[in-house]
């Protein structure tokens, strides 16, 4: 069973950093595509960031690109995304997942597992 647990949320003001973790358990985690997806308060979710496997080639949207990085410890089997310059606009439940890129927009039945989420609050 995939079992994926996030942490690392909080409340940040505005150009603050955070760094979002995510263990990992249950499946082959070093050659798995994983990815990072968020749902800001009232809307859909959003896909964030993705990295593949062993080749660790990773994807951003592009109102997260030169800002995230999304990285993965195999050894620990965890995922993790340090966010730097946050803006009011990255404030949502940020998701660990299992796969890579499916759509912007995805929805939940287009990765093989999710965790429950992790808090981002950016605010002054």
């Known amino acids: 069973e995939v079992q994926l647990v996030e942490s690392g949320g909080g409340l940040v003001q505005p150009g603050g950093s955070l760094r979002l973790s995510c263990v990992a358990s249950g499946f082959i985690f070093g050659s798995s595509a994983m990815s990072w997806v968020r749902q800001a308060p009232g809307k859909g979710l959003e896909w964030v960031s993705s990295?593949?496997?062993?080749?660790?080639?990773?994807y951003y949207s592009d109102s997260v690109k030169g800002r995230f990085t999304i990285s993965r410890d195999n050894a620990k089997n965890t995922l993790y995304l340090q966010m730097n310059s946050l803006k009011s606009e990255d404030t949502a439940v940020y998701y660990c997942a299992k796969g890579g890129y499916s759509s912007k927009w995805p929805t939940r039945d287009e990765y093989d597992g999710w965790g429950q989420g992790t808090q981002v609050t950016v605010s002054s």
């Open positions: 990295i593949y496997g062993f080749t660790t080639n990773t």
